[in-house]
T-cell receptor
């Protein structure tokens, strides 16, 4: 079973920051937080991941709370092409498989 | 950069037929994962291979089998197809087993009539 809770849907205005929350209160010390997104039946696209520290790459930023029980994915300037289902996944790299939960359907509107 | 390649992209089969899906991982990647995504559902893990050995297994039907070859490409064989097997099948690859990020291919859409 998925170990994360995400809101089922969110809206964001084009050009504004999109902040997608994720709760993972049962995360273990050696588990990572991964974010993927899926744009309309395409293959899931890797966005970012982190263990304890905040992370940033060319696509997004990941903010992980100090107790690691929740995190937020930030798309700094959302575009229409960012409309997708975003999955927050707690990943144990000893196990290997990604367990996809319900995800958040983000709609970016003009 | 080279990505994961899956073939065919679309496949239509009749019930009780067999199907073979192929996955070519990113160059140098030694680990392959297969996922199934039914209509309106989230991707579900089927099976994975690391260095040509099965490394993990999910809810994969006994009618399905898979293997990874010496060039690291993988094939998912599906026999006695059922209507419920209609789905998107994604392959992902990573380097060094489960230690590193999985990158997904574009998927194969299987339709069973």
């Amino acid at each position: 079973d998925a170990k994360t809770t995400q809101p089922p849907s969110m809206d964001c205005a084009e050009g504004r920051a999109a902040n997608l929350p994720c709760n993972h209160s049962t995360i273990s010390g050696n588990e990572y937080v991964y974010w993927y997104r899926q744009i309309h039946s395409q293959g899931p696209q890797y966005i970012i991941h982190g263990l304890k520290n905040n992370e940033t790459n060319e696509m997004a930023s990941l903010i992980i709370t100090e107790d690691r029980k929740s995190s937020t994915l930030i798309l700094p300037h959302a575009t229409l092409r960012d409309t997708a289902v975003y999955y927050c996944i707690v990943f144990n790299n000893q196990g290997g498989k990604l367990i996809f939960g319900q995800g958040t359907e983000l709609s970016v509107k003009p | 950069a080279a990505g994961v390649i899956q073939s065919p992209r679309h496949l239509i089969k009749e019930k009780r037929e067999t199907a073979t899906l192929k996955c070519y991982p990113i160059p140098r990647h030694d680990t392959v994962y297969w996922y199934q995504q039914g209509p309106g559902q989230d991707p579900q893990f089927l099976i994975s291979f690391y260095e040509k050995m099965q490394s993990d297994k999910g809810s994969i039907p006994d009618r399905f089998s898979a293997q990874q070859f010496s060039d690291y490409h993988s094939e998912l064989n599906m026999s006695s197809l059922e209507l419920g097997d209609s789905a998107l099948y994604f392959c992902a690859s990573s380097l060094g087993g489960s230690l590193n990020t999985q990158y997904f291919g574009p998927g194969t859409r299987l339709t069973v009539l």
